[in-house]
């Protein structure tokens, strides 16, 4: 695994678009009581009912927030009311402010594991964002200078007056309690609640002075990890839409391989708007090459395709069989070359039969994958290669057996001879420093590990 991680260390990356600040606060029992106490149990529950799909007032936050306190499961949920800014700031103590976003997240990652050559973009490169990246030679970001592309660190390459996007991240703790009316909630797993901003003056896109460029960034990278869709609007005040931005984001994709088919990776999060969420597939997934999600975001994603009752029996149930099913659906209506798809308990990939990588040669890299993102979630992050082998100390999750059990029963009542379905199971951290990050992490480790495999056998 080693020696794979050193090859994958080869290569040359670009990422982008999404770099934020990660206010981090971790939450104690006593603090979500305090919550539930300042608008009463009643609320919260008919809120909970509800389930807002943004945050537009405190109610909101704190409905959903107890939601995924009680299922235990990650989510994101978008901030449209930028006057709630100073409602979290005189709630909440942030323990910890950090780099965000998953360009930002990735790049950091991979300049600390010592890659080749690490490109990083974001159209919002503020005094304060710039300093949250790694002081690395490996690490640059794209200026264009005298009408020549020039590669700078980020902290060379800020711009006085770019707006900053806050992130609020409440990391949970399995085991916490508190009480919803008459009601003991135990949170059953460790994980994180974001609030994430949306906010008119943050955009996606490639600044017009960059965008002739990118064919040139495609030729020094091996890879392009794409993430941040999910920040895009259906609306703007200066009249742009959605719509806009995709186009844009097409014409990106388009321009990074014109002149080198790089390998274009896109790491897709979850979108609340049903609209914008099937505009962002339907755009966007048919360009890429890879695509990396976890269970809920495979379901979000097969009930825009139409596919209801099979993202319902996701949601519910969450079993493998289902998964592979709609893993296979996912990459032959979109023309995938490979699909990641994360859980807490397994991480899987789907490719098609004729995929130049073997099945075993596939579980490496996702063995790889798996093994960085525990020692990440061990440290808190990684700062050097040596890191990875902390990871290769943290033992399979309990449920290990289990998932190869139902993985073998899956594929025998599935069709699969026209697929490589392969999953291992995670290494699993009990009382993780951080959970913020792992799922980049895993996706991170996966691609640039495919890509290294790829380049083994000649086939990159």
Excluded: C
Aim: charged share 30%; no cysteine; hydrophobic share 40%.
């Amino acid at each position: 695994m080693i020696k794979l991680l050193d090859e994958a260390r080869e290569l040359s990356i670009f990422t982008a678009y999404n770099t934020n600040v990660d206010a981090i606060t971790y939450l104690r029992g006593d603090t979500v009581q305090k919550l539930i106490d300042e608008f009463g149990a009643g609320a919260v529950r008919r809120r909970m009912e509800e389930y807002p799909r943004q945050i537009n007032e405190p109610l909101d936050f704190v409905a959903r927030l107890v939601h995924a306190l009680k299922t235990g499961k990650p989510i994101e949920v978008p901030l449209v009311n930028e006057e709630l800014q100073g409602w979290f700031d005189s709630h909440f103590k942030y323990d910890v402010e950090r780099m965000g976003g998953q360009a930002g997240i990735i790049a950091n990652l991979l300049a600390n594991l010592d890659f080749r050559r690490v490109v990083v973009y974001t159209p919002h490169l503020s005094k304060r964002q710039a300093g949250m990246f790694v002081r690395k030679e490996n690490l640059s970001y794209p200026v264009v200078e005298g009408g020549r592309l020039v590669f700078r660190h980020p902290s060379e390459a800020y711009r006085e007056g770019d707006p900053v996007k806050v992130n609020r991240i409440f990391e949970f703790r399995a085991g916490t309690t508190f009480k919803l009316g008459d009601e003991t909630v135990t949170v059953p797993f460790s994980g994180r609640f974001i609030v994430s901003a949306r906010f008119d003056s943050i955009r996606i896109y490639t600044e017009p002075g960059l965008k002739p460029f990118l064919p040139e960034i495609g030729l020094v990278a091996d890879g392009a990890i794409l993430s941040g869709y999910q920040g895009i609007k259906l609306r703007y005040s200066d009249g742009r839409d959605a719509n806009y931005y995709l186009r844009e984001a097409k014409r990106d994709v388009l321009l990074l391989k014109r002149e080198h088919d790089v390998k274009v990776h896109l790491e897709f999060a979850s979108i609340q708007n049903r609209e914008l969420r099937k505009k962002v597939i339907y755009n966007l997934f048919p360009l890429v090459d890879s695509v990396g999600m976890d269970e809920s975001e495979i379901a979000y994603v097969l009930s825009a395709l139409g596919y209801p009752e099979l993202s319902d029996r996701i949601f519910t149930y969450n079993r493998i069989e289902d998964t592979v099913l709609g893993g296979k659906i996912l990459i032959d209506e979109m023309n995938l070359e490979v699909l990641q798809i994360h859980t807490i308990y397994y991480i899987m990939y789907i490719t098609h039969s004729n995929n130049p990588l073997s099945e075993e040669e596939l579980r490496s890299s996702l063995e790889l994958a798996a093994t960085l993102a525990a020692a990440r979630a061990s440290l808190g992050d990684i700062r050097s290669p040596e890191d990875f082998k902390r990871g290769l100390g943290v033992p399979y999750n309990e449920r290990g057996e289990y998932v190869k059990l139902r993985f073998e029963e899956a594929k025998r009542r599935l069709r699969t001879r026209e697929y490589k379905v392969v999953i291992i199971p995670t290494r699993l951290v009990r009382n993780p420093v951080s959970t913020v990050g792992l799922g980049d992490t895993i996706s991170a480790g996966a691609f640039t590990s495919y890509l290294a495999l790829l380049r083994r056998k000649g086939a990159l």
